[in-house]
């Protein structure tokens, strides 16, 4: 079973930028497809952030950060990124990190399998 640990998250003013990294543990790290979610105060549910392929050729975005938020991953190192820029109040959630062995559109929370902890961000108005 695959471990993921995600870091990067803080406290940071409207316009900011935050670069979040989720380490993973595992042999199957670079066989998975891998995305980010956040869950805001008050939901229940996470919503999509963004995703990519397990080659990082493909690349997935929520309309909400697309042009502000930028995924990556480095296989060597068995991490996946996500660069938050122009971060908005309404980017306040706590943002977690998943894998997959296969994406399935439209990309669902349900359909990740190994999730990490979590790592707040907040942005402040």
């Known amino acids: 079973q695959a471990q993921l640990v995600e870091s990067g998250g803080g406290l940071v003013q409207a316009g900011g930028s935050l670069r979040l990294s989720c380490a993973v543990s595992?042999?199957?790290?670079?066989?998975?497809?891998m995305g980010w979610f956040r869950q805001a105060p008050g939901k229940e549910e996470r919503d999509f952030v963004s995703a990519i392929s397990w080659s990082g050729t493909s690349t997935y975005y929520a309309d909400s950060v697309k042009g502000r938020f930028t995924i990556s991953r480095d296989n060597a190192k068995n991490t996946v990124y996500l660069q938050m820029n122009s971060l908005k109040p309404e980017d306040t959630a706590v943002y977690y990190c998943?894998?997959?062995?296969?994406?399935?559109?439209?990309?669902?929370?349900?359909?990740?399998?190994?999730w990490g902890q979590g790592t707040q961000v907040t942005v402040s108005s």
């Open positions: 595992g042999r199957t790290f670079s066989t998975y497809a």
């Open positions: 998943a894998g997959t062995p296969f994406l399935r559109h439209p990309l669902r929370a349900i359909d990740f399998g190994s």
